[in-house]
Each structure stands twice: as C-alpha cells, then as structure tokens.
C-alpha cells in the first residue's frame, strides 16, 4: 500500500539526529587514542631528561677521575635545567679506596627528580 502523496517523505539522506549520534560516537572512540598519544609523549620527555641526566653524572664522573678524585672534594653545578652535586669521601670500609657521587636534580611537572650515580676508585 502506498502512502497518499502529502503523506510521502523524503528518506534521502541523513537526518540531524543520525550526525550527532555519530559524532559523538566518533568523539566518544577517537578520545582513548588521544589519551594514550599525551602519556606517550609525556613518557618519551621523560625518558629524554633521564637520559641526559645519566650522561651529566656519567660526564662529571669521568671529569673527577682525569682530575684526581681528591681535587673534586665537593662542588655544585647547574648545568642546563639540571643541578649536579659532586662530592668524593673516601670510603668507609675500605680506607685505600676514594669514592665519587654525582647527584643530579632536574624539575618536571609533578615535582623534582634526581638521579645518582657513584663510582670507586683506589686512591693514590
């Protein structure tokens, strides 16, 4: 049975109500994607700023052994965004050995972080 010509409606097409719904299931699907791209990105600074920490500590290190260990007792850098603490002591235990620790200290957005790094040696 066919519907009376006044009564006909034009089924071509999408409605308004069809768009939103689909948007919103767009935006709805497509905000997990986005989350997980922020962390990503986020987690990847991170890691950069660790790295170049180890290779201030790894450097600073490096420099008190060409140096002597003895002529670094104790000194504070700011290298960048990253605060260095170096110091030498000699060690505990064993009182022929000299050990050296580098400290480094950088900010992020949840607070500060610091990383330390520590190497022994037997003293001249």
Do not use: C, H
């Not at 060690?91 to 000299?98: K, R, S, V």
Request: glycine fraction near 6%; avoid cysteine.
């Amino acid at each position: 049975m066919q519907r009376p010509p006044e009564q006909q409606v034009n089924e071509k097409g999408f409605s308004l109500i069809e768009t939103l719904i689909v948007m919103t299931v767009l935006a709805i699907s497509i905000l997990p994607l986005v989350s997980t791209q922020f962390n990503s990105r986020r987690a990847i600074t991170e890691a950069d700023r660790e790295t170049q920490a180890m290779q201030i500590a790894v450097e600073q290190v490096e420099m008190a052994r060409m140096r002597g260990f003895g002529s670094a007792i104790q000194d504070s850098i700011q290298d960048g965004n990253y605060e260095v603490l170096v110091e030498v002591v000699p060690d505990t235990l064993n009182p022929f050995l000299e050990e050296v620790r580098v400290i480094v200290n950088w900010e992020t957005g949840s607070g500060t972080k610091s990383m330390a790094l520590a190497s022994k040696r037997a003293g001249r």
